[in-house]
Nanobody, 120 residues
Framework: QVQLVESGGGLVQAGGSLRLSCAASGSIFSINDMGWYRQAPGKQRELVATITRGGSTNYADSVKGRFTISRDNAKNTVYLQMNSLKPEDSGVYYC??????????????WGQGTQVTVSS
């Protein structure tokens, strides 16, 4: 079983910055894609950014140029640096990781979520 623990959320003024972290632990043989998603009240969960094991990244149009996703494979950790934050960036941010456990079972697991609130 794989556990994901997020940290770094909080309250920030518009124009400010936050850095989210998500560390994986457990029976991890490999981690392929890592990603961040967010969900605002009354809205569906949406993709924010993803990163492959090789470092290729993909961003939602709404965050391009402001957010940067990165990963540390040695630490099984993914980061999201968020700059120039806007009130519409507010929501619960979830990390996601996909890979294989020892023994070969595939996993596609989510963190518990961390709240990001951007005040205007």
């Amino acid at each position: 079983q794989v556990q994901l623990v997020e940290s770094g959320g909080g309250l920030v003024q518009a124009g400010g910055s936050l850095r989210l972290s998500c560390a994986a632990s457990g029976s991890i043989f490999s981690i392929n894609d890592m990603g961040w998603y967010r969900q605002a009240p009354g809205k569906q969960r949406e993709l924010v950014a993803t990163i492959t094991r090789g470092g290729s990244t993909n961003y939602a149009d709404s965050v391009k140029g402001r957010f940067t996703i990165s990963r540390d494979n040695a630490k099984n950790t993914v980061y999201l640096q968020m700059n120039s934050l806007k009130p519409e960036d507010s929501g619960v941010y979830y990390c996601n990781m996909q890979g294989r456990e020892f023994g070969g079972r595939r996993y596609n697991d989510w963190g518990q979520g961390t709240q990001v609130t951007v005040s205007s």
